[in-house]
């Protein structure tokens, strides 16, 4: 059984930082792409990043040069450090991955205000 579990989120201000990890269980880890998304109120949810089990990651253009995925595959963990948050940041962030089927952690909050 898949199971993945965020951690990290928390209310930060404008300009700070955090970093979200993604314990990941149930499957070959190393093998499978793991992405983050995130869901504001009333949006629809979004890819943010990306990475292959090679390492190649993709980034949203909202997030881009402020928010890195990385992944220790010695630790099944996926990683997302985002800095210079913004305000409209603010959301719910999930882990995901797909093994057949769509497998999500229970999101964590980000809150970016002042």
């Known amino acids: 059984q898949v199971q993945l579990v965020e951690s990290g989120g928390g209310l930060v201000k404008p300009g700070g930082s955090l970093r979200l990890s993604c314990a990941a269980s149930g499957l070959n880890f190393r093998a499978y792409v793991m992405d983050w998304y995130r869901q504001a109120p009333g949006k629809q949810r979004e890819l943010v990043a990306a990475?292959?089990?090679?390492?190649?990651?993709n980034n949203a253009d909202s997030v881009t040069g402020r928010f890195t995925i990385s992944r220790d595959n010695a630790k099944n963990t996926v990683y997302l450090q985002m800095n210079t948050l913004k305000p409209e940041d603010t959301a719910v962030y999930y882990c995901?991955?797909?093994?057949?089927?769509?497998?999500w952690g229970q999101g964590t909050q980000v809150t970016v205000s002042s």
């Open positions: 990475i292959t089990p090679a390492g190649t990651t």
């Open positions: 995901h991955t797909r093994r057949g089927a769509d497998y």
